[in-house]
């Protein structure tokens, strides 16, 4: 694969209705494809773009998305926060990683430079998708991110 540039910061993103809007003025963490079903669901597509930030870097900018609490099918609570007005999904979080935002990717002004590390959740992936031999791909969710986070740091 070959190296990326980094793009400016901040990260400057949003709803569809450009209600709720955030910028985030570090790097990700990393960038991953999820293909589980939830995933699927609330995409209305075959998989969702996950892009993990630190959560000092992380501000909402205009706007007061609204949250939801949820049980996920792996047992683990989150909170979605989505736009009151046009139900666009912007971020995620969990109670037990605090210091983590897990932005959707596709929400961001500029999603030219995004490159997933990694394919999670792939036993429920539709069986027409074709995952590029570059990419890490898994079964289900890897117990720990912090080699992939690494790894997409270098590209």
Known sequence: ???LHPPALPLCGGCSCEAVRFAVDAMPLLVYACH???CQRWSGSAFSLSMPVAADSFAITCG???PWRRTGGSGVESIDWFCGDCGGRVYGQRDSRPDIVAVRAGTLDDTSWL???AHVHLRSAQAWERIPNTAECFDVLP???ADLASRWRQM
Request: net charge positive; aromatic share 6%.
């Open 115 to 117: 490159r997933p590390i």
């Open 1 to 3: 694969m070959s190296k």
């Open 36 to 38: 589980c079903t939830e």
């Open 143 to 145: 117990a720990d991110f």
């Open 64 to 66: 007061k998305p609204k």
